[in-house]
């Protein structure tokens, strides 16, 4: 049995613990939430509860919500609409907060005001693919050759992408404006149908993700002209880069986690902390290149700035496409 001092003593542990804001903070919380605003087992779905698995030991149970929809802004929104108090994070990607504040008319969110940045989780590179059939009848080897070809044959080359305001339409718009080419643009109900209808040779050319092209690539059904990242891809470091033909082109895919505005400065931290942490770790970093993906850990700061530069730079890529989502 305890003494009266032993329990004096253990009381007094108990409400000095009690009074720490981490502690209160972990009896609150059960869980920790990631929402993702796409389906299950697509990349950034697979990399959240990658992520959410390696952080259970510093934040405990993290699950990962799907919340799909209207190009992800459903699940952005529902994001921006959480309590601030570090228990809710999702996910920033290329199309909520480069993309879409241009793309749509109105949004359901602020990409600027309703979120607080915590890390970048990752980049990955995209790729300029021709149908390997298409490749040789064409004569193009390198991307100089397509370019040659399309000044040459105004109009007579055609590139697909996974819809109107997509990453790979962006992409093939400023490879046309930097080019000086005309390409006719397919839109595609997704990136799937595009990738399909690339390799049935309905079109000659797409700007695709490298991570869903790669086993396409090797198997030869597709040949690989270019990354469109400004550094080859340690993936596959023989392909060059598209800015070594055309200087300054550079698009990559990237997405990284966020809270709503208003979560403590000190709970970001913490939150980034934990993060960057798994995301050097190297248990991680081989599941991440399983999925020809670089790790991109950042601090809030960067990760902000990052996302500042990017709505600069799609601005100006939805202007040159002209494309608009009412």
Do not use: C
């Amino acid at each position: 049995m305890l003494n009266r001092r032993q329990l004096i003593t253990r009381s007094a542990l108990a409400s000095a613990s009690l009074s720490l804001p981490g502690f209160a903070m972990a009896q609150a919380a059960s869980t920790t939430r990631i929402i993702v605003p796409f389906a299950a087992g697509g990349p950034i779905d697979v990399t959240a509860r990658i992520l959410a698995e390696a952080v259970k030991g510093t934040l405990g149970t993290v699950i990962v919500e799907n919340r799909p929809g209207a190009g992800g802004n459903i699940g952005v929104s529902a994001v921006a609409k959480a309590p601030a108090d570090g228990l809710t994070l999702g996910i920033a990607t290329t199309a909520s907060h480069g993309i879409n504040p241009w793309l749509f008319k109105q949004l359901p969110y602020d990409p600027a005001k309703d979120f607080a940045a915590v890390t970048q989780m990752l980049r990955v590179p995209n790729v300029l693919v021709m149908n390997a059939e298409a490749a040789a009848r064409l004569k193009v080897n390198t991307l100089a050759d397509l370019i040659a070809y399309g000044k040459a044959n105004p109009g007579k080359l055609n590139y697909g992408s996974g819809g109107n305001g997509s990453a790979g339409h962006l992409a093939g718009e400023l490879f046309k404006n930097q080019a000086g080419i005309f390409a006719v643009h397919i839109p595609y109900n997704g990136g799937n149908p595009a990738q399909l209808g690339l390799l049935s040779g309905q079109v000659d050319f797409n700007f695709d993700n490298l991570a869903t092209a790669a086993a396409n690539i090797r198997s030869g059904k597709l040949k690989a002209l270019a990354v469109t990242t400004a550094q080859r891809s340690s993936v596959m470091p023989d392909v060059p880069t598209v800015a070594a033909t055309l200087p300054g082109f550079e698009i990559d895919t990237w997405w990284g986690l966020i809270a709503p505005a208003g979560t403590p400065a000190d709970t970001v931290r913490k939150l980034n902390a934990a993060f960057s942490a798994a995301l050097n770790a190297a248990e991680v970093k081989t599941r991440f290149a399983q999925l020809l993906a670089e790790p991109a850990p950042s601090t809030p700061e960067q990760f902000d700035d990052f996302m500042k530069r990017e709505r600069v730079k799609y601005e100006r890529l939805v202007k040159i496409s002209g494309a608009q989502v009412d």
